[in-house]
Antibody, heavy 127, light 107 residues
């Protein structure tokens, strides 16, 4: 079964750091770009970041650029989102999602839809 | 940044009725628009990619249409499990953006 599983969400103080992980199974992990999308409580969806299959290309939303870093370890089938200088408006459920792809170049991180999502992990930033 | 505006915000309908949801983009996204369904406490589920292509396993009662700036998601006959929030998302340009959502609720 194709699956993504997030972990690492927690309660953190403003200015603090958290590290989220996304563990993949059921597909050739290195062949797919992976993205993070977040959802503040009671709000809509917001794209956060994306990374290519090799880890060499990354993209970020302006709201997190310079504070968040996405990376991946293909030997462990995991993607990590390092979140620094956390703010109250970072409070959200964070989902990792796989690039929807019907071609052979699914590892390229491009603007994409998402066909597989994790269940999400909650990040709360509050003093 | 491309802004996606969904309307209406809430749609109150009965099972068996037809639902028509709209998504308007602030500039052309060609056909690079997706639709998702989200139920409470769950992750979004991809319904439609590239404006009109149903994702794997999505029932035929869901259909998408449009191009450029105006898009529509139609549910031909609502089933009880279709009452949820629906989001559109563009993949034309960075940053990826989503609409604010339409809640389809039971009348």
């Amino acid at each position: 079964e194709v699956q993504l599983l997030e972990s690492g969400g927690d309660l953190e103080q403003p200015g603090g750091s958290l590290r989220l992980s996304c563990a993949a199974s059921g597909f050739t992990f290195s062949s797919y770009a992976i993205y993070w999308v977040r959802q503040a409580p009671g709000k809509g969806l917001e794209w956060v970041s994306g990374i290519g299959g090799s880890g060499g290309t990354t993209y970020y939303a302006d709201s997190v650029k310079g504070r968040f870093t996405i990376s991946r370890d293909n030997s462990k089938n995991t993607v990590t989102l390092q979140m620094n200088s956390l703010r109250a408006d970072d409070t959200a459920v964070y989902y990792c999602a796989r690039r929807f792809c019907s071609s052979s170049s699914c590892y390229v991180v491009i603007p994409s839809a998402f066909d597989v999502w994790g269940q999400g992990t909650m990040v709360t930033v509050s003093s | 940044e491309i802004v996606l505006t969904q309307s209406p915000a809430t749609l109150s309908l009965s099972p068996g009725e037809r639902a028509t949801l709209s998504c308007r983009a602030s500039q052309s996204v060609s056909s690079y628009l997706a639709w998702y369904q989200q139920k409470p406490g769950q992750a979004p589920r991809l319904l439609i990619s590239d404006a009109s292509t149903r994702a794997t396993g999505i029932p035929a009662r869901f259909s998408g249409s449009g191009s450029g700036t105006d898009f529509t998601l139609t549910i031909s006959s609502l089933e009880p499990e279709d009452f949820a929030v629906y989001y559109c998302q563009q993949r034309s340009n960075w940053p990826l953006t989503f609409g604010g959502g339409t809640k389809v609720e039971i009348k």
